[in-house]
């Protein structure tokens, strides 16, 4: 079973600290993705990988970075956290191909007070 | 401008009935559709995938069908379950995209016992 894990499951942060959001695959997938959840506006792309020390910019990657040093490992950034970068954010992953779902993890609710 | 939509928030349906649930889309590229499912609390489970290539894709309870010249896709479960009660988002994947995938917002199904 492919699993993909996520640092933490709540997360609570003071408006202009750095965040890191660490996400782990253990299925030796190129792909990688982070999400974030919001009521009523479903799941948007921040930031993919599709190979080590690759990225790309997704739907709304402003206020984000990303980070992607080994295969299996891919770490969002938020620089200087904002109230409105509360929401759940969820990381992904998949292999190569054509019709290759994509493997999430739990998830991590991140609160910016 | 949302290129999948989901517009219906939310659906009730009968245990033991059919749950219908539906999904549109207007980027022509896209030639890839799958359909998610997910509890509070977790990350989104893959549940069933169709290429544009095809008309309907069968798996036990769930049907996906599609209909590329209304750019329409649905998801047949039958009979519904309590457990079937979950938020379910529709996406799509375009080709040339390095896999990425567009979401729609997600309709929360809750089947009555």
């Known amino acids: 079973d492919v699993k993909v894990t996520q640092s933490s499951r709540y997360l609570v942060k003071r408006t202009g600290e750095k965040v890191f959001l660490e996400c782990v695959q253990d299925?030796?997938?190129?792909?990688m993705f982070w999400y974030r959840q919001d009521p009523g506006l479903g799941l948007r792309l921040i930031y993919f990988?599709?190979?080590?020390?690759?990225?790309e910019k997704g739907d709304i990657p402003e206020g984000y970075s990303v980070s992607r040093e080994k295969k299996e490992r891919f770490s969002l950034i938020l620089e200087s956290a904002s109230t409105n970068q509360t929401s759940m954010y969820l990381c992904?992953?998949?292999?190569?191909?054509?019709?290759?779902?994509?493997?999430f993890g739990p998830g991590t609710r991140l609160t910016v007070t | 401008d949302q290129q999948v939509k989901q517009n219906s928030p939310s659906l009730s349906v009968q245990e033991g009935r059919i749950s219908i649930l539906n999904c549109d889309y207007t980027?022509?590229?896209?030639?890839?559709f799958l359909w998610y499912k997910k509890y509070p609390a977790e990350g989104p489970t893959f549940l069933i995938s169709?290429?544009?290539?095809?008309d309907k894709n069968e798996d036990g309870r769930f049907t996906v069908f599609l209909n590329k010249s209304a750019k329409h896709l649905s998801l047949h479960i039958v009979p519904s379950q309590p457990g079937d009660s979950a938020v379910y988002f529709c996406?799509?994947?375009?080709?040339?995209?390095?896999?990425?995938?567009?979401f729609g917002s997600g309709t929360q199904l809750t089947v009555l016992p």
């Open positions: 992904a992953s998949s292999s190569r191909g054509l019709g290759q779902e994509q493997y």
């Open positions: 299925m030796d997938h190129e792909n």
């Open positions: 990988s599709y190979d080590v020390k690759m990225k």
């Open positions: 980027n022509s590229m896209f030639d890839y």
């Open positions: 169709i290429s544009s290539i095809k």
């Open positions: 996406a799509a994947m375009r080709r040339g995209s390095a896999r990425q995938l567009t």
